[in-house]
């Protein structure tokens, strides 16, 4: 049978640029659909759909845990100052949801609320660059897989821990951040293995975007179940859903095409050939030096940072603005809050597949069409943010402006976030895993700042938020613009490969 023609665009670097090696012929490429690779990128879909669910469902659902009415100044009898009009009708209305019979309410300050909401990032710290290391050399599929359902598993201890106290809370949800720092690099390590150079793009997109997905789902569901059978049943349909996904998961996956059970041949010689020697594990020894001294992976770094900051601001702040100054009831402030990230779905998605397409016909360089992704999702939602924090009390202007930024902000899925696997495909996973480690710092960060400067809840304290937002996306384009790269490193390249390339490029000459 006659095997397909391929060419790797995985070698070691030359002096040419790297979007004029020939990649692929057209005619050799088997369908996408219903093939291995492709599922594989659904069921990664699916699984960071509740990966986003087990993330965001506390930050709707602490505006049904709170019991505002004792965070009011006690012994005082004034009236409560809102920045907006309360609805009609509400006026002497609390701001507490009423929760059915036997179900708790906390009494948390916004301080104490940010501290909560931040906790998950102190353990997601903790475990990026460690799961990327040993996804790279073993696989990411165990590493994904018990990610999500270790997670998933101490979702349903959430109510117990409530009950216990702040502390306990804190620690529980850190714990779960610890599970789920692990399964955006075993994603990465895992793509370095099946995805072909002029579909990584909209393989990547399409499985990370799972994250917009779930967050799409979690904010409206989160609200309607609170409202209708309590905060705590959340947290359980949560942890059961991640529970129920591990068991495909680890049925169906296999770490590398090589292995998987029902590949068809032609389309694991398609992937192997494509990818070439890169595809394949780094060993225990990783050029940790070289990385850091890497122009491009700190471009990348930086600028997830600075976008990470305005997408963990209103991942998980939004909800508690909607309430404390739009006053939605929490039906509508978790339908409000989803709207934004049904649009960053859809354009992630469609972005990876506008990415690939300028790459296979070659209109613009790799390395342009990072930056032109990224700059589209950074700069326009920055100006949007900015547009919200002067959109006062208007609903409609305050949503659209909300929702157009989220939604553009997707773009940038096709630019840096999936920058590692250019640079350095070997070692895709465990640089994911560095600059996740980066990158979470505002997940950390954001919420404890968001909380400080809207204390009491005004708009002149939103702004604020809205506008340190902005400006650290704009810093973060302007950086990625002039340091960041799509060329494969010296240092993500081994001895044998470089020689074995120059062979292979002397006897092209002497034919």
């Known amino acids: 049978m006659l095997r397909p023609k391929v060419y790797s665009i995985n070698a070691a670097p030359s002096d040419e640029s790297e979007d004029r090696e020939p990649l692929i012929e057209n005619d050799a490429v088997p369908p996408q659909c219903c093939s291995a690779r492709f599922n594989l990128a659904i069921l990664m879909f699916l699984g960071f759909s509740v990966v986003y669910g087990l993330r965001v469902n506390l930050s709707v659902a602490m505006v049904a845990m709170v019991n505002s009415t004792s965070n009011s100044t006690l012994g005082q009898n004034s009236s409560i100052v809102h920045a907006c009009p309360l609805p009609p009708g509400s006026e002497n209305s609390s701001d507490t949801f009423?929760?059915?019979?036997?179900?708790?309410?906390?009494?948390?300050?916004?301080?104490?609320?940010?501290?909560?909401?931040?906790?998950?990032f102190f353990g997601y710290l903790c475990t990026q660059v460690p799961g990327g290391y040993l996804s790279g050399h073993y696989g990411g599929k165990i590493f994904l897989g018990l990610g999500v359902l270790g997670t998933a598993a101490l979702t349903l201890l959430t109510p117990l821990a409530a009950q216990l106290g702040l502390y306990w809370l804190f620690a529980l949800r850190a714990l779960e951040g610890f599970g789920e720092g692990v399964t955006y690099p075993a994603m990465m390590a895992m793509w370095a293995r099946w995805a072909p150079p002029l579909e990584r793009s909209r393989l990547t997109t399409l499985s990370g975007c799972g994250g917009n997905f779930g967050a799409f789902v979690a904010?409206?569901?989160?609200?309607?179940?609170?409202?209708?059978?309590?905060?705590?049943?959340?947290?359980?349909?949560?942890?059961?859903a991640g529970c129920f996904w591990a068991v495909f998961w680890f049925i169906f996956v296999s770490d590398d095409p090589r292995t998987h059970r029902r590949i068809?041949?032609?389309?694991?010689?398609?992937?192997?050939?494509?990818?070439?020697?890169?595809?394949?594990?780094?060993?225990?020894?990783?050029?940790?030096?070289?990385?850091?001294?890497?122009?491009?992976?700190?471009?990348?770094?930086?600028?997830?940072?600075?976008?990470?900051?305005?997408?963990?601001?209103?991942?998980?702040s939004l909800p508690t603005y909607m309430n404390t100054v739009l006053h939605f009831d929490l039906k509508s402030n978790g339908f409000l809050s989803a709207l934004p990230y049904?649009?960053?779905?859809?354009?992630?998605?469609?972005?990876?597949?506008?990415?690939?397409?300028?790459?296979?016909?070659?209109?613009?360089?790799?390395t342009n069409v990072r930056k032109i992704f990224t700059l589209a999702g950074l700069l326009p939602p920055a100006a949007l943010l900015i547009a919200v924090s002067y959109a006062g009390c208007s609903h409609v202007m305050t949503v659209t402006f909300l929702t157009l930024s989220v939604t553009i902000g997707g773009s940038s899925a096709a630019g840096v976030f999936i920058n590692q696997i250019d640079i350095a495909p070997r070692y895709a996973g465990f640089l994911l895993g560095i600059t996740n480690t980066f990158g979470t710092i505002p997940g950390v960060v954001a919420p404890i700042v968001t909380g400080y400067f809207t204390h009491?809840?005004?708009?002149?304290?939103?702004?604020?938020?809205?506008?340190?937002?902005?400006?650290?996306?704009?810093?973060?384009?302007?950086?990625?613009?002039?340091?960041?790269?799509?060329?494969?490193?010296p240092w993500a390249v081994t001895e044998d490969e470089r020689a074995e390339t120059e062979k292979h490029r002397s006897r092209s000459i002497s034919t």
């Open 219 to 240: 904010f409206p569901l989160t609200g309607y179940i609170c409202q209708t059978w309590g905060w705590p049943t959340v947290f359980y349909l949560c942890g059961g």
């Open 456 to 489: 009491d809840h005004t708009l002149a304290g939103w702004r604020m938020v809205f506008w340190v937002a902005a400006g650290i996306s704009v810093c973060g384009a302007i950086i990625f613009t002039l340091f960041g790269s799509a060329k494969i490193q």
């Open 98 to 120: 009423p929760q059915p019979d036997g179900i708790p309410q906390y009494p948390w300050d916004s301080k104490t609320q940010g501290w909560l909401l931040g906790a998950f």
């Open 264 to 316: 068809s041949e032609e389309e694991r010689d398609y992937i192997i050939k494509s990818i070439g020697p890169q595809g394949t594990g780094h060993g225990w020894s990783v050029p940790v030096l070289p990385m850091l001294l890497s122009v491009p992976l700190w471009a990348i770094i930086i600028t997830q940072m600075c976008s990470n900051w305005s997408y963990y601001t209103l991942l998980t």
């Open 342 to 366: 049904l649009g960053c779905w859809l354009l992630s998605t469609l972005s990876g597949v506008i990415a690939d397409s300028l790459i296979a016909r070659k209109v613009f360089s790799i």
